[in-house]
Every structure is written in structure tokens, then in C-alpha cells.
């Protein structure tokens, strides 16, 4: 970079000396390894703590309370069947069976869940062989009492449930005394996982407030650091820099320590030195700048002066010309041989096209210098008026001009009217055999609208592609196609000036004639 723009770099400051060799970091690393071992002790101590607690919790929260709740389950599903069973074996209701029988479907799956469970239990064995003593008294309390019953229904009827009462009392006894072991085991596990839990959350916060306390010792060393070798030195060369900012540029600036603010104040010094430097040059530039702005205000001026001689003083002349030629024409018309009418009607198209070329030359300069602002512009409506221009060619050819819904753009009304009645006019203009059809169409590209305008005309050969849009580049001489060679250079002025780009596509394989392309900025109602 130095390299490109002539500035030397800042010279390297001088060594520091003493107290002022040690850097703020070498301080910041010594109360950092003390503060870092006791962070580390109390991590590792937090680490062990909350791996307990989440052991503990995972026991009573996730393991022992769940198989409590399916116990309950269990009890419960039983009860409805014991209750269910008697009351069928007393009134034969089919609704007492169903509710037996939907009982056993929940006793299993409440019996599946324990079961599932066992394997997470504190004591899996104890626990496992006291939940297969509560399967198996429930397997055969249903077994010597319950289907006992319902195949007794049929021939005893309302009696079936009293005849099996006492083997109901012995096997249901069995299942309370196996619910009730099952119970306090699971009550005792929910005691010890709890005081577990209790104690790991007390050493998890013992293990916090070492981490706590290690982090005030921390911020206790980096205040005292940051006093003492960052804020005071900052402060004396805050001071030195307030000097030179209200006024004082010759007010050198010096730190003796840390070394990085002696460092840091000597570059700020240099660059002080260079700035003082720079500021006198730009202010010669600033001086050289408002001349030549000056300049090109005077230089517009007379453009603009130029531009009205053009459009009034220069082009009254050519109009006495051709209309004086024409009378001559008029009056002595017979007079003259068939050379002199040859000579007056050249003279006259001389003349006409001299007063185009002026309106043409005059349009191109006005471009970027009169309408105003751009402001957002429904591009339907240029195209309309564009097309009402040129209503008379487009009638006369035969043209037909299509077009998609166009969208809002920003831009210069008047200059994008223009822009369209030139590549229309165009497109009418160097039409083949067949009628032409024209079409405008759009699509969105990123930030920016991509205009197009095809035809079915003659096409331009891909070698001109760039040079048609240079000012008085002709491609057909006058006799053929009549026109001031102005058309295209104006279209790619007025799209430029509307920050976007025109290029122009042709001699497609599958498609006859020219194909020209723009992008003009989104209006505010499309973004």
C-alpha cells in the first residue's frame, strides 16, 4: 500500500527502559495462573457435584417415582378386578366382566412399564424379585378365584361369587402383602435418592461459591492491574491527546509505561507529526478543488449558453434557408431546368437534417443536466406516450407492439419516454419483409428491473454489437434508412444515467431480428 501512495510507514519507537518494559499482559498472566488453579480445583470440585446430583435426580425423578406410580397402577387395576369379579359372580352383568377384563389389559401395561423400569433401579435384584412376587399373586388370584368365577357363573349363577369367597380372601391377601413389601422398598429408595439429591445440591453450591470466590479474586487482581498499569498511563495520555485536539499540534505526546502505551503513544505522536503534515497538503488540494469547481460551474454555463444558441440562434438561419429555398422552388419553379429543382431539393433536405441533427445533439446534451430528480415512474406510462409518438409509423408499417405489465422504476419520466420511442422507433424503422411485432418485456434481476425490446427486423451482425452505441455510428447510409446516427448513443446515455447498463442481442439461431436489453433501478413501491 505504501508503496502505491507515496507514504512512508511511521518510524519504529524507541525501546522502553525500567519499569516500563513490563507489558500489561505479563502482569495479567501471573494473577491469572493463581486465579486459573483455583477456578480449575473449584470446576473440577462443581464438575463431580453436579454429575452426583444429576445421578440422584435421575434415580428418584426418572426411575423410582415413575415405578411408584405404575404400583399404583397396579393396585388399582387389581382392585377393579377383584371389585369386578364379585360383582359379576353376584349379578352375571356383562358390564362387571368387560370391566374385569379392561382392568387386566391395564394391570399388564402398568406391569410392562415397572418391569421396564427394573433395570434402572438402585437394587435391581430386590426390586425385580419383589415385583415378580406381586405378577405372580396376580396371576394366580385371577387364576384360583377369578376365572373361577366366570366358569362357575353359568351354573350357579348369582351364588358363584359367594361359593369362591374365602379362596378370594386368602389370594387377595396375597396380593396386599406383595404390594405392601413392593411399596415401602420403592418408599425407602425415594427416602435415600432424595437425601442423596438434598446432599448433591449442597455441595453443588459449596462448589459455586468457590467458583464465585475465584472470580472475585480475578476481578479483585484485574482491577488492581488495570488501575495502575492501564487506566493512570491511559489518563496522562488522554491528557496529552485533549492538548493536541484543542489546538496545541506541537504538544508532544509521551508514556513511559506499559511498554504498549509507550509504543502506542509514540505512533500516535508520529501520526500527529504526519497529519500536521497532510493537513497543509490537503488544504492545497481543497484550494486547487473549489477552483476547478468553479471552472466547471463556468463551463456548464456556457454549455448551457451554448445549448440555447443551438435551439434558437443556429436553427433560425437553416429554417430562412429552407423556407426561402422552397419559395424560390414555388415561384421560379417553372423556370427552372430539372438539375436546379435537384439542387433546391438538396438544399432543403440539408438543411432539414441539419435542424435534426442540432435536435438530436441537443437532446444528448440535455441528458443528466435538466428534468430533476429521478423520482419512481410507473414505466407503463412512458411507454403509452412513447406510443402515442409514434402512432403515424407504427400505422403505417403495420407494426405490432405488445408488452408485459411493466413495473415501477426510479427514474426521468420524459427521458424514459424518450428511451422507449428511440428503440421502438427503431424497431419500426429497420423492419424486413413481414410486419413487424415488437415486444417490451421485464423481468426482475436482484436489485435491479432487466427491460427488453425484440423485433423481427433485419438484425445487426454481432461485430457491431459495441459500435452501434457510439454517437453518429451508422450501420445503412442515408438513402436506405434515414435517421442522424444519434438514436442509440442517447439510449445508452439516458440507461447510464439511470445508473443501469443497455447491450443488445441479435442473429439469434431460432429467431429473427434484435433483441435489445437494459436495467434500470427498483422504484420504492417494488422493494
Known amino acids: 500500500m505504501s508503496g502505491r501512495t507515496g507514504i512512508r510507514p511511521l518510524p519504529t519507537p524507541a525501546p522502553a527502559t525500567g519499569f516500563g518494559k513490563l507489558r500489561v499482559g505479563q502482569w495479567f498472566l ?41 404400583t399404583l397402577d397396579v393396585a388399582s387395576a387389581l382392585a377393579t378386578q377383584e371389585g369386578s369379579v ?36 438402585p437394587q435391581t435384584r430386590a426390586v425385580g424379585t419383589e415385583i415378580a412376587r406381586l405378577k405372580a399373586a396376580g396371576q394366580a388370584w385371577r387364576r384360583d378365584y377369578a376365572e373361577k368365577v366366570i366358569s362357575d357363573v353359568p351354573a350357579l349363577r348369582t351364588e358363584a361369587a359367594s361359593r369362591n369367597a374365602p379362596v378370594n380372601a386368602e389370594r387377595f391377601a396375597e396380593i396386599r402383602n406383595a404390594l405392601a413389601v413392593l411399596q415401602d422398598h420403592l418408599n425407602q429408595l425415594h427416602t435415600e435418592g432424595s437425601y442423596r439429591l438434598d446432599q448433591g445440591w449442597r455441595t453443588l453450591y459449596v462448589a459455586l461459591g468457590g467458583v464465585v470466590l475465584a472470580l472475585l479474586l480475578a476481578m479483585i487482581g ?53 497529519i500536521i503534515a497532510e493537513w497543509h497538503r490537503v488544504e492545497e488540494t481543497q484550494n486547487k478543488l473549489e477552483e476547478q469547481a468553479a471552472e466547471l460551474r463556468r463551463s456548464n454555463g ?36 430539372d438539375r436546379a429543382k435537384q439542387y433546391i431539393a438538396f438544399a432543403v433536405d440539408g438543411a432539414k437534417r441539419m435542424q435534426l441533427l442540432i435536435n438530436d445533439l441537443l437532446d444528448f446534451s440535455r441528458v443528466g443536466r435538466t428534468g430533476g430528480e429521478p423520482a419512481p415512474v410507473d414505466a407503463n406510462v412512458p411507454l403509452r406516450t412513447a406510443l402515442d409518438n409514434l402512432a403515424a409509423p407504427i400505422e403505417e408499417s403495420g407494426a405490432t407492439v405488445t408488452s408485459d405489465e411493466l413495473p415501477t422504476v426510479r427514474g426521468n419520466r ?17 423492419r424486413s419483409q413481414e410486419p413487424p411485432e ?63 447498463r443497455i447491450w443488445v442481442e441479435s442473429e439469434a439461431p431460432d429467431k429473427p431480428g434484435t433483441t435489445f436489453r437494459w436495467t434500470l433501478p427498483i422504484g420504492e413501491t417494488d422493494e
Request: proline content about 2%.
Open 414 to 430: 420524459p427521458q424514459l419516454t424518450q428511451l422507449f420511442q428511440n428503440l421502438i422507433g427503431n424497431a419500426v424503422k429497420f
Open 86 to 121: 364379585r360383582a359379576y359372580g353376584r349379578t352375571n352383568e356383562a358390564a362387571s366382566l368387560q370391566a374385569y377384563r379392561d382392568a387386566v389389559v391395564t394391570e399388564a401395561k402398568a406391569m410392562a412399564t415397572l418391569e421396564g423400569l427394573v433395570p434402572r433401579m
Open 30 to 70: 501471573l494473577t491469572g495462573a493463581i486465579v486459573a488453579l483455583l477456578f480449575t480445583i473449584a470446576a473440577a470440585f462443581t464438575v463431580s457435584s453436579i454429575e452426583e446430583t444429576r445421578v440422584a435426580r435421575i434415580a428418584v425423578v426418572d426411575v423410582v417415582d415413575p415405578a411408584a406410580l405404575r
Open 438 to 500: 415488437i415486444h417490451i418485456g421485464v423481468r426482475r434481476d436482484g436489485d435491479v428491473w432487466e427491460f427488453s425490446c425484440s423485433d423481427n427486423g433485419i438484425g445487426i451482425e454481432s461485430k457491431y454489437t459495441d459500435r452501434i452505441f457510439l454517437i453518429f455510428q451508422r450501420l445503412h447510409g442515408r438513402d436506405v434508412y434515414a435517421g442522424t446516427g444519434i438514436g442509440l448513443a442517447l439510449c445508452k446515455k439516458i440507461v447510464e444515467y439511470h445508473g443501469g
Open 302 to 337: 456556457e454549455l448551457e449558453q451554448f445549448a440555447y444558441v443551438a435551439s434558437h440562434d443556429l436553427q433560425e438561419p437553416l429554417r430562412k434557408v429552407a423556407s426561402f429555398t422552397q419559395m424560390l422552388d414555388q415561384r421560379y419553379g417553372d423556370q427552372l431546368d
Open 222 to 274: 484485574a482491577a488492581l492491574i488495570v488501575r495502575f498499569a492501564v487506566l493512570r498511563p491511559l489518563a496522562e495520555l488522554n491528557g496529552q491527546v485533549r492538548a493536541v485536539a484543542q489546538g496545541d499540534f506541537e504538544h508532544k505526546l509521551k508514556v513511559e509505561h506499559p511498554s504498549e502505551l509507550a509504543e502506542l503513544s509514540s505512533h500516535v505522536n508520529s501520526m500527529r507529526r504526519r
